[in-house]
């Protein structure tokens, strides 16, 4: 069987099911483990006049995001940031992170995002790192070769590396705060900035020739390689939520349902190999455990990457 090779960080499996999201999930442990940038790229070219919706869309917040930040009106400012990740998340529901659910959280996560970008208007932060990328921007360099244009590829390096350390300005705001606890738990940062990669690399890389391409997909990991595995035997389960058949491999210990993002709990117990106790699963869980009667380590999850 032949795959793109993630591996789990949190119990070391492979990701195994087919998926359309960009997000990957792991169909063992439901963890949500990486971003597959050329899933993300096909969501996002699906269809032109889709696309074109959204851009359109998205011209008239940045008018009126920009009008009421002039104008100090934060209540305003929150409500057109509300309607915009709304709006996205609808628009492009593959772009939502598996670990939200509809409903409530759906709800305090646009409400988080939109927090955040209207606590900026008075969070007193150094413009410079913002500066710094707008310079960068600015000083894109470009040529033409084959009738065609391309960004030159160290200004486009540059102003890559300007636009990380801008989201980082941006995220220890977020992820430093225990106000927006909500998306250290269902947005982690590593994720999140991974995401932001993908998203410009779908804006940039028909800018750039296909050897510059390459390179900056495999320098920031947005280019996966290929492993054979074994196939796992599946089995069938119903979804709690919406009883949806869903297919899951065997020995797997939650299921995050793909119709409806309901997280289903397959298992809490492992069986100690030497001694047989049942071992319940403790809530901070990595890798392995150790059986609670004679302390063998317990791997929870199987198969692994050899």
């Known amino acids: 069987m032949r795959i793109k090779k993630f591996e789990c960080h949190h119990c070391g499996a492979p990701k195994v099911n087919p998926y359309t999201n960009p997000y990957i999930v792991c169909d063992y442990c439901g963890f949500m483990i990486d971003v597959d940038y050329a899933a993300g790229l096909q969501v996002w070219n699906h269809s032109e006049e889709h696309t074109n919706e959204y851009v359109q869309m998205k011209k008239q917040f940045e008018i009126n995001a920009a009008k009421y930040l002039k104008e100090k009106n934060k209540e305003a400012y929150w409500q057109e940031y509300y309607n915009y990740w709304d ?139 290929y492993v054979e595995i074994e196939e796992p035997q599946r089995y069938q389960v119903v979804c709690e939520d919406c009883k949806k058949d869903l297919l899951v491999p065997a020995g797997a210990l939650v299921c995050i349902c793909e119709h409806c993002r309901h997280q289903n709990i397959l298992k809490k117990t492992i069986h100690c190999h030497d001694c047989g106790i049942e071992n319940e699963l403790p809530e901070d869980w990595t890798h392995t455990i150790h059986c609670i009667a004679c302390g063998t380590q317990l791997r929870v999850v199987q198969p692994l990457f050899g």
């Open 87 to 225: 709006f996205y998340y609808v628009h492009y529901p593959e772009y939502l992170p598996p670990s939200i659910p509809k409903g409530e959280k759906y709800k305090l996560f646009i409400k988080a995002a939109a927090d955040m970008a209207a606590n900026t208007m008075t969070y007193p932060y150094s413009t410079e790192k913002s500066d710094t990328y707008n310079e960068a921007y600015a000083g894109l360099l470009s040529y033409e070769k084959d009738g065609k244009k391309f960004a030159e590829y160290d200004s486009f390096l540059k102003m890559i590396k300007a636009y990380l350390d801008l989201q980082e300005q941006g995220f220890r705001i977020v992820y430093d705060n225990p106000v927006y606890e909500i998306m250290n738990e269902v947005f982690p940062e590593k994720i999140q900035l991974k995401m932001k990669l993908s998203q410009i690399a779908q804006v940039w890389i028909p800018y750039l020739e296909e050897k510059n391409a390459d390179d900056f997909l495999e320098r920031y990991q947005l280019k996966q390689e």
